[in-house]
């Protein structure tokens, strides 16, 4: 484990993912979390694994790991891998952060788990235990990032949304995140990091060249909340 990426989702994490790959690192980045390690963080959430040593074993054999829920574990992933520097990805305030998350959870909620019309989304959990497991998963995901069961409220709704954090909890999720980062770890350690900035920061800070490829710029949120044209897919 090289890089440690604890920047939380919304913060341009695919694009650091991409630009990482580019680098040479191995990444495992959320879709890998789920396929690879689903089990692993399934017991980490529900209590049945309470040893730091688990993230050595899932991590050991790679260079990087960017999104959540690494992102959420940042501090125990470091005590496995002390020597390993950490890219705190950044959005331009708190406010457009805030604003890009809810508007995913708010699509995500109305297009997969509580759509109207998709009735049988309850029953599939009972139909199927991986259905369970990644339910149970993005549940967890979820509250430990902001506190709540992301999936349940209408962010469009006035005022704050009626289930767990509104506007203001989130942007205090955000700004006690970033602030815990910075004050976990030494300044030669750690780059607060806007994917806006390119490649300059982030080559300098990993000692490594700068690409003669464009710094990329991926999974951007579209305005009705969909964030990739596999997702859109997913979820048509």
């Known amino acids: 484990m090289k890089v440690i990426c604890a920047g939380l989702p919304k913060t341009g994490t695919t694009s650091l993912c991409r630009a990482l790959r580019i680098l040479g690192y191995s990444v495992h980045d959320?879709?890998?979390?789920?396929?690879?390690?689903?089990?692993?963080?399934?017991?980490?959430?529900?209590?049945?694994?309470?040893?730091?040593?688990?993230?050595?074993?899932?991590?050991?054999?790679?260079?990087?790991?960017?999104?959540?829920?690494?992102?959420?574990?940042?501090?125990?992933?470091?005590?496995?891998?002390?020597?390993?520097?950490?890219v705190l990805s950044v959005r331009d305030s708190p406010e457009i952060w805030t604003r890009s998350l809810m508007q995913t959870y708010s699509y995500f909620g109305q297009?997969?788990?509580?759509?109207?019309?998709?009735?049988?989304?309850?029953?599939?959990?009972?139909?199927?235990?991986?259905?369970?497991?990644?339910?149970?998963?993005?549940?967890?995901?979820?509250?430990?990032?902001?506190?709540?069961?992301?999936?349940?409220?209408?962010?469009?709704?006035?005022?704050?949304?009626?289930?767990?954090?509104?506007?203001?909890?989130?942007?205090?999720?955000?700004?006690?995140?970033?602030?815990?980062?910075?004050?976990?770890?030494?300044?030669?350690?750690l780059l607060v990091y806007n994917v806006k900035e390119g490649w300059g920061p982030l080559c300098e800070f990993l000692g490594k060249e700068v690409p003669e490829e464009p710094f990329p710029n991926e999974n951007v949120s579209q305005p009705d909340g969909k964030v990739s044209a596999v997702e859109q897919t997913l979820t048509s």
Request: proline share 7%.
């Open 30 to 86: 959320h879709p890998e979390h789920v396929l690879l390690n689903l089990d692993n963080y399934v017991n980490i959430f529900n209590g049945t694994v309470n040893d730091d040593i688990i993230f050595r074993e899932m991590y050991e054999n790679v260079d990087a790991v960017t999104d959540a829920p690494a992102c959420i574990f940042y501090g125990n992933i470091l005590s496995q891998f002390p020597d390993a520097k950490v």
């Open 111 to 189: 297009a997969t788990w509580y759509a109207p019309g998709r009735w049988y989304s309850f029953l599939t959990p009972y139909l199927s235990k991986t259905v369970a497991k990644l339910r149970y998963f993005y549940s967890c995901v979820t509250i430990f990032m902001s506190g709540c069961d992301g999936m349940t409220f209408d962010a469009n709704a006035p005022g704050d949304p009626p289930y767990g954090f509104g506007k203001l909890g989130f942007k205090k999720i955000y700004h006690d995140h970033n602030a815990g980062v910075k004050q976990a770890l030494p300044p030669n350690q």
